[in-house]
């Protein structure tokens, strides 16, 4: 298995009977750099449209492809730059030794011992059809510009990316400008507290366009609204946008005008259909191929290689689960209990210290008063709650007495420990209480702010205030994911969070038996 290779391809129609006869040799980068074309001519315009098909069917590889335009384009100079060392080179047999020579000599950065590799094509047919024209694509006519301009988030760049940065690429001829949204635009969409930050998306969008094309000029820029430089600068000629954002050119155009600029020349391309495997994915992704997917793939796989903690004993090893109010602690532990896990829950811990003849009893009486007692002399948790989650110099008196009690109990609980490897602590106060440090990893669970209100409102008949309240007095939902291992999310069916749980379960089971073997 090879890190990177380079695909040399006669022909763009034959590159899916090539693909899944190198996909298993190649580990992280394949490049795929077309035999010159002839320019300008139609056939040249069709196969440009192939790049869409190639890389809406190359799913099948888990491998990042990266097609380069110097071929397509007719503008291979005398290097081919790619910006990982290549180790394999790939060539089909269409193409002659001084083809592969040439290619050789002018790839700039090859690895030292790298090799060249012959593929034969799938089947014996010399048909030059294997990939469908897609007739939608049709519509887009050669015309070429200057100046090209596109926008949008780029999370964990895709293959629909992909299709739209080089056809912005292919449309272009001399400089292409990408806004790249800013976070603070980002967040209403789904599980925007992992979306990569602008800085790396950024980075990402500007080192793909320089690998497969080093010949244009590149400005990718953050953008902090959906215009970005379009409204204001007269260069731009024309605009590259995907079925969704339609409605964003045509805003993008009434400004220009109305600021007395040309209008951009839009061109729309369709979104990418995704294939939903059945198993191991939550039947609420989307049916695009899209980053909120990938985000959604992300939970219950770890985020963040938990550190060893040598501060507590390896065994029983202890995850701290938590995250805000109502966002699905209790069922998240409870299925983890069902999978053999020994739970233990702060919460009920809290409660039982309130009972008479318990510690808590009477400091909670001597710093709130007896009002907050209920006709038996029993400590009324909704009276407390009532005090304490509208005023933070109360909580912070409640927390001071009962946290260090609460502690106490956990250490017991975990140390009684005898017949469970895992032991999850549920707690929300987890990182605010600093009870992380006796834990070998963090799990959290968030749900979206509007969501834990509906909960709260339906299930504990709080009203939006006091659901606002209890919310406000917990660490935002991206200060826990700063601190997640692994992290969940329960704003969909129970389906899709036991599939997140069993992941999780799943590769912990293989972390700690790997650290059980090496003890
Ligand atoms: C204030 C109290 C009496 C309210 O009791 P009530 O039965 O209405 O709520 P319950 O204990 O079930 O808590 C519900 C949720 O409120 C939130 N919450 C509870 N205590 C706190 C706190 N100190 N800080 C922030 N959020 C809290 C958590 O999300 C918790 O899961 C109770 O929550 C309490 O004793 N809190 C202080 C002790 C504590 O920190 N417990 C939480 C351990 S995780
Ligand atoms: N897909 C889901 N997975 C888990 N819980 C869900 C889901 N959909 C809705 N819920 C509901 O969300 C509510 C909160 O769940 P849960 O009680 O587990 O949260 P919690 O984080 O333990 O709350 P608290 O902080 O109050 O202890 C419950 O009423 C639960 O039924």
Redesign the pocket.
Known sequence: MTKTGLLICSNPFRLLRIFPQIQCHVQNTLYVHFCPLPVLDKKAVRHRLTIIDAYKNLNIINVDVRILLCGLKGTLGSQIATKRPVDVIFYDDHIKSEELDSVVSSLSNKSPDFKTVFVQPNEDSDSSIDMKENTQYNKVESKLFENVVLGGTFDRLHNGHKILLSTAALKCTKKLTVGVTDIIMLKSKKLWEIIEPCSTRISNVEGFLKDIDPTLEYDVLPIYDIYGPTIHDPAFEMIILSEETMKGGELINEKRLNAGLQPLEILPLPLLEEKKSTVDCCQEEENKISSSNYRMRLLGTVLKSPQPNTNIPATPYVIGLT??????????SNYLKELGAYVINA?TLAHGLYDINQPAYQPIIDTFGSAILNVNNEVDRKKLGAIVFTSKDKLDQLNQIMWPLILQKIKILIESVKDHNIVVL?A?VLLTANWQVHCHEIWV?IIPEVEAIK?LQ???HLSEIDSRNRINSQPLNSEYVKNANVLFS?????D??RIQIRRAWNNLLIRVSKIHRFQ
């Open positions: 995250g805000g109010i109502a966002s699905g602690k209790s069922s998240i919460d549920e929300a669970s909960r339906e299930r504990n329960t704003l969909w069916s129970y899709c969070t």
